[in-house]
């Protein structure tokens, strides 16, 4: 199957509105195996339209769009789309019905109008698709070997039509399983990544392997397509284990696409492992002025481990609060190795907890009086009486050196953690 996407909609093409439709789909259908040609995004002009469906079945068999089947005068996507497979529209009560069902169930008091009837008008021989949370049903135009699909533009009702029964319909349509996995990198970039597994990656036909670059880390998606899903798992399992043998330290997690990915996100991981070992923690930062902490307790159930968060920014707090000695702060300067480590002890310690994380460093944009490199850090790290001190150095303006010094805090402590638990 090979498959162009569209949405259609003025608000996209200006950006006035972000496609999200497009990202989700193109993800959801890479899971199953599905080849994307193109993407293309066309404001509401029934002349564009139509000429980007020409364009678009020169190389596929397969259309689907989104938007442009609301009520409205602007809303042309059924039209189009019907007159370009020579499927005539005609008004189907049943679908009628539906939509005024949903309009006085959300108010009894609704004033119907003569365009609502529009949406009940259906391409002769279209599948229908149902749209429990909108008016606008969906629409599978299926003749002469090729296929559009329709479906709303609001991505909370698209997302569930897709998910009840254009995935569905879309898997009938293949003699093949496919199944995913991705494996998730933290503190390794994707040039060097892929240089460490490139004959890997070259190699390979079934599975497939598509490194991606993210924010602070690299995914790398696995597809194989098999007789079931037994079979391409087992697939799967055998293509990553020279990975894992090569770069394994760098894993933080193979999941599956079912999983938000937010809950995928290196920092909700880590406060999952402190929480299901019930191990306490309590974090003393410096530049990262509590963004450590911020990222720990965007995991719900956090407060069942983590003990306090203090900011000590300034020399006198780092004493007060933390028990750094004036002494190694004035040998050695506020940004050292030195003082990181008497920082995360002081907080371990003074706390009683288990894991400890200390940031100090400078964010810029000038240096201090020291005249140590902007997005010099330290990072001091504690585990059960096991104390880890490591030096950084990153790029960027302050919010992105914080942002980079506070995420690489939390793999430092997650990477320490599997090395002594592991002893």
């Known amino acids: 199957m090979k498959v162009e996407l569209i949405s259609c909609g003025t608000e996209?093409?200006?950006g006035d509105i972000?496609?999200?439709?497009?990202?989700?789909?193109?993800?959801?259908?890479?899971?199953?195996?599905?080849?994307i040609y193109k993407q293309t995004t066309v404001g509401d002009n029934p002349e564009r339209l139509k000429r980007a469906l020409e364009l678009a079945f020169e190389v596929a068999d397969t259309v689907i769009i989104t938007g442009g089947l609301g009520p409205t005068n602007d809303d042309l996507t059924r039209d189009v789309a019907a007159e370009f497979m020579g499927m005539p529209l005609e008004f189907q009560e049943s679908v009628w019905q539906e939509i005024v069902d949903y309009?006085?169930?959300?108010?009894?008091?609704?004033?119907?109008?003569d365009n609502n009837r529009k949406q009940a008008m259906v391409p002769q021989g279209a599948i229908i698709?149902?749209?429990?949370?909108?008016?606008?049903?969906?629409l599978i135009l299926d003749k002469d070997e090729r296929r559009i699909i329709l479906m709303p533009g609001p991505p909370r009702e698209m997302k569930r039509m897709y998910h009840e029964q254009v995935d569905p319909y879309l898997k009938s349509k293949s003699h093949q399983v496919f199944a995913s996995r991705y494996v998730r990198f933290f503190g390794i970039g994707e040039s060097l990544l892929e240089t460490?597994?490139?004959?890997?990656?070259?190699?390979?036909?079934?599975?497939?392997?598509?490194?991606?670059?993210?924010?602070?880390?690299?995914?790398?998606?696995?597809?194989?397509s098999g007789e079931n899903e037994t079979e391409c798992l087992s697939l799967i399992e055998s293509a990553l284990q020279p990975i894992k043998e090569r770069v394994g330290e760098y894993i933080y997690l193979v999941g599956t696409s079912e999983v938000s990915e937010t809950q995928t996100e290196m920092h909700r991981v880590l406060a999952r492992t402190l929480i299901d070992n019930q191990l306490t923690i309590s974090v003393a930062e410096s530049l990262t002025g509590g963004d450590v902490a911020s990222l720990l307790?965007?995991?719900?159930?956090?407060?069942?481990?983590?003990k306090e968060g203090i900011v000590c920014y300034s020399n006198e707090s780092k004493i007060s609060t933390v028990g750094v000695k004036e002494s190694t702060l004035n040998q050695f300067g506020a940004v050292s190795r030195e003082v990181a480590?008497?920082?995360v002890i002081g907080v371990a310690k003074r706390l009683n907890a288990d894991v400890a994380i200390a940031t100090t460093g400078l964010a810029g944009p000038e240096s201090d009086e020291s005249g140590k490199p902007v997005g010099l850090v330290y990072v001091g790290t504690y585990y059960k009486g096991h104390i880890e001190v490591k030096e950084y150095h990153f790029f960027g303006d302050r919010a992105l050196i914080r942002d980079r010094a506070a995420k690489n805090a939390l793999n430092q402590l997650r990477l320490m953690i599997n090395r002594v638990k592991d002893k």
């Open 129 to 138: 698709l149902h749209n429990p949370i909108g008016t606008a049903p969906g």
């Open 297 to 306: 307790i965007e995991q719900s159930g956090v407060s069942q481990v983590f």
């Open 196 to 224: 460490k597994i490139k004959d890997i990656l070259d190699q390979q036909t079934n599975p497939t392997m598509a490194l991606y670059a993210k924010t602070a880390e690299v995914l790398l998606r696995v597809t194989a």
């Open 18 to 35: 972000i496609n999200t439709n497009a990202a989700y789909l193109a993800n959801e259908l890479a899971n199953i195996g599905v080849n």
């Open 341 to 343: 480590r008497e920082m």
């Open 103 to 113: 309009l006085m169930g959300k108010n009894p008091n609704y004033q119907l109008a």
């Open 12 to 14: 996209l093409l200006l």
